[in-house]
Structure formats: structure tokens, C-alpha cells
């Protein structure tokens, strides 16, 4: 998925899950500021998705 301002994604945090929106993006980067951190992966979805407007996730499946 592209950066797009002002949306929302997650990532690992030192031992948690973290949440990051999108502040500035160019064609050759972008730039995130840190909102939250959550205890699990299927949080982390769950809130990226709530935040994003996109409803939520029928399934959650950890692949990496």
C-alpha cells in the first residue's frame, strides 16, 4: 500500500505494536508522526482500520 497523507498504519515498537500517521508524503518519501502503541497485532489492525475510516477487518491473519 502507498503512503497517502493522513492515513494511518502500523508497525513493530520496541516490544509492541505501534501506530503512525502519515504527515508528509513526497515521491521520494514520506514522513510519520507516533500516536499510540497497542499491546497485540490483531489490535494494532482493529485500530489502523477503525482509524482509517475503513470499517473493520473480517479476518485478521498475522503472514510475516
Known amino acids: 500500500m502507498k503512503p497517502q497523507l493522513n492515513h494511518y498504519h ?3 515498537h520496541r516490544n509492541q ?3 503512525w500517521q502519515y504527515t ?3 515521491e521520494t518519501g514520506s514522513s ?9 497485532y490483531g489490535e ?3 485500530e489502523v482500520y477503525r ?5 473493520t ?8
Open 57 to 64: 477487518p473480517k479476518s485478521i491473519k498475522r503472514q510475516f
Open 51 to 55: 482509524l482509517n475510516g475503513w470499517g
Open 44 to 46: 494494532a489492525v482493529v
Open 17 to 19: 505494536w505501534g501506530i
Open 32 to 40: 510519520s508522526t507516533h500516536i499510540m502503541d497497542v499491546d497485540s
Open 24 to 26: 508528509t508524503v513526497t
Open 10 to 12: 502500523f508497525g513493530r
